[in-house]
């Protein structure tokens, strides 16, 4: 089955203790990337792949960093979680400017 | 970055009536993107507009991307409770990779 695929899917921690959110994508998509979602907000971009060892910040990259390693994995790295960066977070692949496929979220908790 | 505004927030609807939401931007996108987001769940495409002017549809749903390209609406005719969930709007520019700009979303709920 198509499909994008996000680990955890909800995970509680502490300010400063860092963590990493997995996404794998097993439609060989070009393009992955990261959203947070937060209340009346919609979903802002918080970096972006178009390819293998190709990355790029999106409207909200403070306190994220991502690899681009493999064209099935893009992980979401939050060195030193703040609560600022509690949110529902989902992972998004395409191929090319297709349609974005969507993962099913990971709900992050910073306390 | 770019902002777009969604509105309603929210609508509490009886079964069996029409829904309209829309959505307005500043700035210009060359594709309009509306999607379903379900409890639990990540977004999932509704409908795909590519021209100014474009009206399209998809079962029960129509979509319209604005002459401007600053703006688009969702119709939802005779709901029902499946149609439950939050509503995206989303634009996308060619010249920014496939980076979408999403609304806040309205959330529809239905009544049976």
């Known amino acids: 089955e198509a499909q994008v695929t996000q680990n955890p899917r909800y995970l509680i921690t502490v300010t400063g203790k860092k963590l990493t959110v997995t996404c794998s994508q097993n439609m060989n998509h070009e393009y992955m990337s990261w959203y947070r979602q937060d209340p009346g907000l919609g979903l802002r971009q918080i970096y972006y792949s178009m390819n293998v060892e190709v990355t790029d910040k999106g409207d909200v990259p403070e306190g994220y960093k991502v690899s681009r390693k493999e064209k099935r994995n893009f992980p979401l790295i939050l060195e030193s979680p703040s609560p600022n960066q509690t949110s529902l977070y989902f992972c998004?692949?395409?191929?090319?400017?297709?349609?974005?496929?969507f993962g099913p979220g990971t709900r992050l908790t910073v306390l | 970055g770019q902002q777009l505004n969604q509105s309603p927030q929210s609508m509490f609807i009886q079964e069996g009536e029409d829904v309209s939401m829309n959505c307005t931007s500043s700035?210009?996108?060359?594709?309009w993107l509306w999607y379903k987001q379900d409890p639990g769940e990540g977004p999932v495409l509704l409908i795909a507009l590519y021209k100014a002017g474009e009206l399209t549809s998809n079962g029960r749903l129509t979509a319209q991307f604005g002459i401007t390209r600053k703006d688009s609406f969702l119709n939802i005719s005779a709901s029902i409770p499946s149609d439950v969930g939050i509503y995206f709007c989303?634009?996308?520019?060619?010249?920014?990779?496939?980076?979408?700009?999403f609304g806040g979303g309205t959330r529809l709920m239905v009544k049976p």
């Open positions: 700035s210009i996108f060359n594709t």
């Open positions: 989303a634009g996308q520019t060619n010249n920014a990779g496939n980076m979408l700009t």
């Open positions: 998004a692949s395409s191929l090319g400017n297709s349609e974005q496929f």
